[in-house]
C-alpha cells in the first residue's frame, strides 16, 4: 500500500477545506437535531422557542386574511419534535389560535402560526448559555399593548365593583330572612270571637360575662398607614426569573421561578386588602421578562415602591438565611452581594433578550441612572423588611446590604431585593416549598412594606389614581 507524499496530503486537505467553506452555514446546518420545543403564553406576549444542536436560519412573514404568520426554517427536515409545537399550545393563549406545521421543500420547514389577533413578531437567535443548546425565539408581542396603569385603575375599580355587589347581595339577603311582613291572619266569621292568643314565656337570657379590661392594642401598621397616606400607594412586585429562565434550582428540583411566583401572587393579594394599596406585578405567570423592561413596567404604573422576590443559591449548601439588597453607588457591601449580583444580572442571557429591539441609548441610561435618594430610601424600607424577616427566621446579614443589581435601578423608585432563603439548601428548599412558611414569608414582606409608608408616606402623584 502507497501513502501520497506529505506535500500532496496537504494540498488535498486545503481543497477539501476550501468546498468546505463553499458549502455555507445553511447547508452545515442540514440535518440539525431540534433538541427541544416550548411555547410561553402570556397577557404580555408570547414566546416560541425552538432549541437544537446547531444554529438554525428562519425567515418569517406576517399574513393577513385571517392573521397567521409564516415561518421558513432552513436545513431541518420534518421531525417528531417539530410536530410537538402543535399540542403546545393552549386553549388561553392570548395570541395564537394554533400551529401548523409541514415540510414546505426538500430542506425547508414551514411553520404556520394562526394568530388571534394582530402581533409585531420579533425573531431573533440565542447562543448556548447554562443548561441550553442554540435557541431560535419568536416573540409575538400585541401590536397595541395594554396601558398597565389604566390596567391598574380597571382592576382596582372592578374589585370595588364587585365588593360592593357582594355587601349589596349579603343585605338583601339578610333583609329577605328576616325582614319579610308577616302573614296576613284570615278574618273569623261574623260572630264568632278570635281565640285568644297563647301566653308564651319570655326567653331566660344568661348575664353576659363582663369581659376582661381591654388593652389598647399597639398602633399597628395598617393604623399608621391609614392615618397618614391619602392616595393609592402603588406596590410592584417582581418575581424573579420566569418562562426560558428558571432562576436557582433546589436539591430535589423546586425551581426558583416557580416558588417566587407563588409568594409573589399572595403577596398581592395581602397588599390589595389594605385599603389605600394596590399591588402591581412584572408578570403574574411563568413567562419572562427582561431587567430594563421590569423596572420599565414599574416606572409606567408610578410605582412606589418596586419589590424584587427571588430564592438564593449559592456554591455550597451550607449558606442559609435570608436577605434584603439595596442598589449601591459604588461597591458591593461584600464580596457575597457582588457574586449575588453577577448572578441574577445574568438573567437577561439565559432568559433571552433580543438586543437588536432594544432602544440602546435608552436601555443604557436606565441601568446607569442612580440617584442618593432613592437609594436612602431604598435602604429605609430594606430595614423594615429584614426587621419583619428576622421574626420569621433566620437571617443571612443582620443588615440590607448592597451591590450594582440592575433590576434595582430606577432612579426615582424606592427599590429592594428580597432574597427569601437559600434554595440550595436542603433545609431551606423544603420550608420554601411549604405553604406555612410562604404564609409567614407573605405576612413578613406585607408588614414591612406597610411600616415603611407609614412612616414614609408617598407625596402626590401628578396623576391621581
Do not use: C
Not at 455550597?316 to 461584600?334: C, D, I
Not at 449580583?341 to 436606565?366: F, I
Amino acid at each position: 500500500m502507497t501513502t501520497a507524499p506529505p506535500l500532496r496530503r496537504r494540498a488535498v486537505l486545503r481543497q477539501f477545506g476550501s468546498v468546505v467553506l463553499l458549502i455555507g452555514a445553511g447547508d452545515l446546518a442540514y440535518g440539525a437535531g431540534i433538541v427541544a420545543v416550548r411555547v410561553w403564553p402570556a397577557e404580555d406576549y408570547t414566546r416560541v422557542t425552538i432549541e437544537s444542536d446547531q444554529a438554525l436560519a428562519a425567515s418569517h412573514q406576517l399574513i393577513t386574511g385571517p392573521e397567521r404568520m409564516v415561518v421558513d426554517i432552513d436545513g431541518l427536515e420534518l421531525s417528531p419534535q417539530l410536530r410537538e409545537l402543535v399540542g403546545k399550545v393552549r386553549a388561553d393563549d392570548p395570541f395564537i389560535a394554533g400551529i401548523r406545521v409541514g415540510q414546505y421543500q426538500p430542506r425547508v420547514v414551514r411553520l404556520v402560526i394562526d394568530l388571534k389577533q394582530s402581533t409585531a413578531p420579533q425573531q431573533f437567535a440565542l447562543a448556548p448559555v447554562a443548561a441550553y443548546q442554540h435557541r431560535l425565539v419568536f416573540d409575538l408581542y400585541p401590536t397595541q399593548p395594554v396601558d398597565p396603569l389604566l390596567a391598574l385603575i380597571r382592576d382596582k375599580e372592578q374589585s370595588e365593583r364587585e365588593a360592593a355587589q357582594s355587601v349589596q347581595d349579603a343585605l338583601g339577603e339578610f333583609i329577605g330572612r328576616v325582614g319579610a311582613p308577616p302573614p296576613v291572619a284570615e278574618a273569623p266569621p261574623p260572630g264568632t270571637l278570635p281565640p285568644a292568643p297563647a301566653v308564651v314565656p319570655p326567653p331566660v337570657v344568661a348575664a353576659a360575662p363582663m369581659p376582661p379590661p381591654a388593652t389598647p392594642p399597639a398602633l399597628g401598621p395598617r393604623a399608621e398607614t391609614q392615618s397618614k397616606i391619602d392616595r393609592l400607594v402603588v406596590v410592584a412586585l417582581d418575581p424573579g426569573h420566569g418562562g426560558e429562565d428558571p432562576g436557582a434550582i433546589g436539591p430535589s428540583g423546586l425551581r426558583e421561578k416557580d416558588v417566587v411566583l407563588a409568594i409573589a401572587l399572595q403577596l398581592r393579594e395581602r397588599i390589595n386588602a389594605v385599603p389605600g394599596m394596590r399591588a402591581f406585578m412584572t408578570r403574574d405567570a411563568d413567562f419572562f421578562v427582561p431587567l430594563h423592561e421590569r423596572v420599565n413596567k414599574a416606572r409606567r404604573v408610578q410605582a412606589d415602591l418596586f419589590v424584587s422576590i427571588h430564592a438564593d443559591a449559592f456554591i455550597t449548601p451550607k449558606a442559609r438565611g435570608a436577605s434584603v439588597f439595596a442598589l449601591s453607588q459604588g461597591g458591593a457591601s461584600s464580596t457575597a452581594a457582588r457574586w449575588m449580583a453577577n448572578r441574577e444580572n445574568a438573567a437577561d442571557v439565559v432568559g433571552g433578550v433580543n438586543v437588536r429591539s432594544a432602544d440602546a441609548q435608552v436601555l443604557r441610561t436606565m441601568l446607569d441612572m442612580s440617584t442618593h435618594a432613592q437609594i436612602k430610601d431604598s435602604l429605609r424600607v430594606g430595614g423594615e423588611v429584614l426587621g419583619e424577616l428576622d421574626r420569621v427566621g433566620r437571617l443571612h446579614k443582620p443588615r440590607v446590604e448592597q451591590a450594582g443589581f440592575a433590576v434595582l435601578k430606577a432612579p426615582d423608585i424606592p427599590s429592594i431585593l428580597v432574597e427569601t432563603a437559600f434554595i440550595s439548601n436542603p433545609e431551606e428548599e423544603a420550608k420554601l416549598r411549604s405553604t406555612a412558611y410562604q404564609r409567614e414569608l407573605v405576612r413578613a414582606l406585607s408588614v414591612g412594606i406597610q411600616r415603611y409608608f407609614a412612616k414614609n408616606p408617598p407625596l402626590a402623584r401628578q396623576r391621581q389614581l
